[in-house]
T-cell receptor
């Protein structure tokens, strides 16, 4: 069975600090996809990134970066120089070989950036 | 621009009422999903549909049913609402296209059953 664990329920930091959100997953599939979504206070989940199991390259997009390590079954998300607008609930998710069919979500991490 | 809309942002219903939650997408996506979101549990899949009139149970289908008569519309039905169905309900859609793969979400419906 697939499972995603986000052990950090809530994180609170001061603006401009770097923050890392942890994600650990379990799956028996050799081909799978990992996702991060952001849920701002408006409620709508916003897609941030997708990574497939054959691509372990880290990715950077502006202040956001993702570290995928198959050896530890982790897909961690780092925000550099955090801003108040980064405050949201962040979800890590996993799907099997067919991509976005039947996502399994983690519990979510509520990130608060204080001015 | 990609768009998934849900019929209500907030809904209050009484125990035993039949409740319809509507979701419409304008992206011509084949796949549509209904999730519920509860604190500490993340999002859990209730039902999904990969084509018109096709549906499959997700992880927590009990107490729910769905209807997909048109490609763009996916309805979630609570046959007899109960207080434990008070939750945030999120609809999503996606294409089986191997390039894109992500699900697009609506703004959610916060349902309270009293």
């Amino acid at each position: 069975a697939q499972k995603v664990t986000q052990a950090q329920t809530e994180i609170s930091v001061v603006e401009k600090e770097d923050v890392t959100l942890d994600c650990v997953y379990e799956t028996r599939d050799t081909t799978y996809y990992l996702f991060w979504y952001k849920q701002p206070p408006s409620g709508e989940l916003v897609f941030l990134i997708r990574r497939n199991s054959f691509d372990e390259q880290n990715e950077i997009s502006g202040r956001y970066s993702w570290n995928f390590q198959k050896s530890t079954s982790s897909f961690n998300f780092t925000i550099t120089a955090s801003q108040v607008v980064d405050s949201a609930v962040y979800f890590c998710a996993l799907s099997g070989p067919q991509g976005a069919q039947k996502l399994v979500f983690g519990q979510g991490t509520r990130l608060t950036i204080n001015p | 621009d990609v768009k998934v809309t849900q019929s209500s942002r907030y809904l209050v219903k009484r125990t035993g009422e039949k409740v319809f939650l509507e979701c419409v997408q304008d992206m011509d996506h084949e796949n549509m999903f209904w999730y519920r979101q509860d604190p500490g549990l993340g999002l859990r899949l209730i039902y999904f549909s990969y084509d018109v009139k096709m549906k499959e149970k997700g992880d927590i289908p009990e107490g729910y049913s769905v209807s997909r008569e048109k490609k763009e519309r996916f309805s979630l039905i609570l046959e007899s609402a109960s207080t434990n169905q008070t939750s945030m309900y999120l609809c999503a859609s996606s294409t089986p296209d191997r390039v894109s793969y992500e699900q697009y979400f609506g703004p959610g419906t916060r349902l309270t059953v009293t």
